[in-house]
C-alpha cells in the first residue's frame, strides 16, 4: 500500500525552542491514523509542520509521491491537503455561507452545490447561511469549520483536537461525521485527546512522546496495551477483569 | 441658523475628505494590524503626484463647468490612485514584508511607517518644493442653497464622490472574492493561508485600494484648498480619530467616524474659538473610547 502522506524525519519547534524530534509517520489513502499523547508531546506542532504553518527545520513531508516540504499553507491546499486547527477555525466576522467560500477560495465553479451537499448532515447551519459564525455555538462552529476543509474535495484532512471544548454527545456526531468523511474517500491524521473514542475509529494510531513517536499500532492495538490505557485512557480496571498494572 | 447650516455643509466637506481617508487606514489597519503612519504624507503624494499631471506636465484642457477642476485632473486622480497604490505595495515587499516574516511586533511597522513617511514627505518637498501649489487659480463661485447656505459645485462633487467610493468599496468588501477575502484575513490571517488564500497577494491588494482612497481623498482635499507638503500630515491624527471612532477594521464606520470628526470639528467654531475646532473630535473619541472601546460599529482588530 503506497502512502498518501509521508512523513520523514521531521524536526520542528519554535525558534530555539525544538519541539518535534525527527518524526516519521505514513497515513494512507482513506485511513484514519490517530495520534496521541501527553501535553506537550509536540502533537499540534507535528500537524503545523506538516501543513506549512510551520517551517520544519528538518525532515521531508510527501503528498501523493510529490515532495511538498515547507511548502506554505494555502499551496498545501492545492496540493491535496486540508487542515482544521484546534481554535479559532472560523472567521467569526463572516457568514457561514461566507466562510464555506473562503473555504472554496481556489474553486472556480460548483461552489454552491459543494456547499450544499456539505451543508445536508448540518440542517441548522444550512438553514441560516447568513448568520455571522461569531454567533454560532462550539459544536457549530466545528461543523462549519470541517466543511469549510472539505470544501475543496481534500485528499488528506488533518484535524486537531476537533472534540476538545464539545458534549459528549456532541463527540459521538463528530467522530461519526470524520468516519463518513472517511468513507468519501478522504484520509484523516488526528490529533485527540478523547483518546478512547478517537481510536475506536482509527485504522493506526500512533504514541507521541517528548516530540518523538514513541509507538505505532492499529487503533485496536493501541485500545489493548495496558500501558498505553494506563495513560491515556483514564483506564485504571477494564472491568472484564483484565488490571492495567 | 443659516451660521450653523453652513458650518454643517464644510463640516460634511472636511468629514467627507477625513472619511475617504480613513476608509483606505481603517482597511490597511484591520489587515496589517498596525497603524500606517505614512498614511497621511501618502495622501500628499497623491495631491502632488495630480498636479505633477495638470501642473508640471500642464495637461489640463477645458474647464467643466459648472466646476472649476479641468479635464486633465481627471487623468491626474487616475496617476495619483494608481501612483500611491503601486508606491504603498512597493512599500510592503520592501519594507513590512520582511518584517512580518522576521516576526516583528506591531509596534516596529508602525514606527517603520513612520520612517517611510519622514521619508516621502522629505522627498516631496525636494522635488515640489517647500511652497504651496494649486491646481487651479480663480474661484468656483457659490450655488445658494435654501436657507442662504452656500456650497461650491466643487464641494458637491467631492461630497458625491466620497459616497459613490464608499458605496464601491462596499460591494467590493461584501460582493467579491477578493473583499470576502480581505476580510477574511482581517479575521484570521493564519486561518486564510489555511483556508487556501494567498494572504500576502490579499496584502497587496489591500495597499493598493488604501493608496487609491489617500490618493483621491487628497486630490479632493486640494481642489479647494492649497498643496502643501505637509497637508496629508496634518490630516493623519483625524484620519486615526475617524478610524477609531467607526471601529479598527470597518470602512463604514471609518465613514461615518469621518462625518463625526468633520461636522463636530467645523460645527464647534458656532460655540468655542476656531483655534480649538481641532481638539474637539478628540474630546468625543476620548469620550467613546471610555464607553465603546471598540468603536462605534465594532472592531476586526
Not at chain 1, 505514513?26 to 484514519?32: L, R, T
Not at chain 2, 515640489?128 to 491646481?135: C, E, Q, V
Request: charged fraction near 15%; charge should be neutral; aromatic fraction near 6%.
Amino acid at each position: 500500500m503506497s502512502a498518501l502522506l509521508e512523513v520523514t524525519d521531521i524536526h520542528a519547534g519554535y525558534g530555539d525552542v525544538k519541539i518535534v524530534h525527527g518524526i516519521s509517520l505514513s497515513v494512507a489513502p482513506s485511513e484514519i491514523v490517530t495520534i496521541i499523547g501527553p501535553n506537550g508531546a509536540g502533537k499540534s506542532t507535528l500537524l503545523k509542520a506538516i501543513f506549512g504553518t510551520l517551517r520544519p527545520s528538518q525532515g521531508t513531508v510527501t503528498l501523493d509521491g510529490r515532495d511538498v516540504t515547507g511548502l506554505p499553507a494555502h499551496e498545501m491546499v492545492q496540493a491535496g491537503a486540508a487542515f482544521v486547527p484546534q481554535t479559532n477555525n472560523v472567521f467569526p466576522s463572516l457568514s457561514i455561507r461566507e466562510n464555506l467560500e473562503m473555504g472554496a477560495f481556489r474553486r472556480s465553479g460548483g461552489v454552491s452545490q459543494r456547499m450544499e451537499e456539505l451543508l445536508v448532515q448540518f440542517p441548522d447551519l444550512a438553514r441560516r447561511p447568513g448568520e455571522l459564525a461569531m454567533r454560532l455555538s462550539g459544536g457549530q462552529r466545528q461543523a462549519l469549520a470541517m466543511c469549510r476543509a472539505l470544501m475543496l474535495d481534500p485528499r488528506l484532512l488533518l484535524v486537531d483536537e476537533p472534540t476538545a471544548a464539545l458534549s459528549p454527545v456532541m463527540r459521538q456526531q463528530l467522530f461519526a461525521q470524520i468516519q463518513s468523511i472517511r468513507d468519501t474517500g478522504v484520509a484523516i491524521l488526528m490529533v485527540e485527546q478523547n483518546a478512547r473514542e478517537a481510536l475506536e475509529i482509527s485504522d493506526r494510531g500512533y504514541v507521541l512522546v517528548n516530540g518523538q513517536v514513541a509507538l505505532e499500532q492499529t487503533g485496536r492495538e493501541l485500545l489493548d496495551n495496558p500501558d498505553v490505557g494506563r495513560m491515556f485512557l483514564g483506564r485504571v480496571d477494564l472491568g472484564d477483569g483484565e488490571s492495567s498494572s | 441658523m443659516t451660521e450653523f447650516a453652513q458650518l454643517l455643509v464644510i463640516g460634511l466637506l472636511v468629514g467627507s475628505v477625513v472619511g475617504l481617508g480613513a476608509m483606505g487606514l481603517t482597511l490597511s489597519f484591520g489587515i496589517m494590524k498596525f497603524a500606517n503612519f505614512s498614511h497621511g504624507d501618502m495622501m500628499t503624494l497623491g495631491m502632488f503626484l495630480a498636479f505633477a499631471v495638470v501642473g508640471n506636465w500642464g495637461v489640463r484642457g477645458p474647464v467643466m463647468e459648472p466646476f472649476s477642476i479641468p479635464v486633465g485632473l481627471i487623468l491626474g486622480v487616475g496617476f495619483a490612485a494608481v501612483g500611491v497604490a503601486v508606491l504603498a505595495a512597493s512599500v510592503d515587499r520592501v519594507v513590512y514584508r520582511r518584517l512580518r516574516r522576521r516576526g516583528s511586533a506591531t509596534i516596529t511597522m508602525a514606527i517603520a511607517s513612520l520612517g517611510i513617511a519622514i521619508m516621502l514627505r522629505a522627498v516631496i518637498q525636494l522635488i515640489w518644493g517647500p511652497l504651496p501649489k494649486r491646481y487651479v487659480t480663480g474661484i468656483n463661485p457659490s450655488w445658494r442653497l435654501p436657507g442662504d447656505i452656500l456650497i461650491k459645485p466643487d464641494q458637491v462633487l467631492i461630497i458625491l464622490l466620497t459616497l459613490l467610493l464608499a458605496v464601491a468599496l462596499y460591494l467590493l468588501m461584501y460582493r467579491t472574492r477578493l473583499g470576502k477575502a480581505m476580510r477574511a484575513t482581517a479575521d484570521n490571517a493564519e486561518l486564510a493561508d489555511i483556508a487556501g488564500i494567498d494572504t500576502e497577494r490579499i496584502r497587496l491588494a489591500t495597499w493598493m485600494i488604501a493608496g487609491a482612497f489617500i490618493a483621491v481623498a487628497g486630490v479632493m482635499f486640494a481642489v479647494q484648498a492649497q498643496l502643501r507638503f505637509d497637508a496629508g500630515f496634518e490630516f493623519l491624527l483625524p484620519m486615526f480619530a475617524a478610524t477609531i471612532l467607526g471601529g479598527i477594521g470597518n470602512p463604514w464606520g471609518a465613514l461615518v467616524g469621518g462625518l463625526v470628526v468633520g461636522i463636530s470639528q467645523e460645527t464647534s467654531t458656532y460655540w468655542i474659538p476656531s483655534g480649538f475646532k481641532h481638539g474637539v473630535p478628540f474630546i468625543i473619541l476620548i469620550a467613546m473610547l471610555l464607553t465603546r472601546p471598540r468603536g462605534l460599529f465594532g472592531s476586526t482588530f
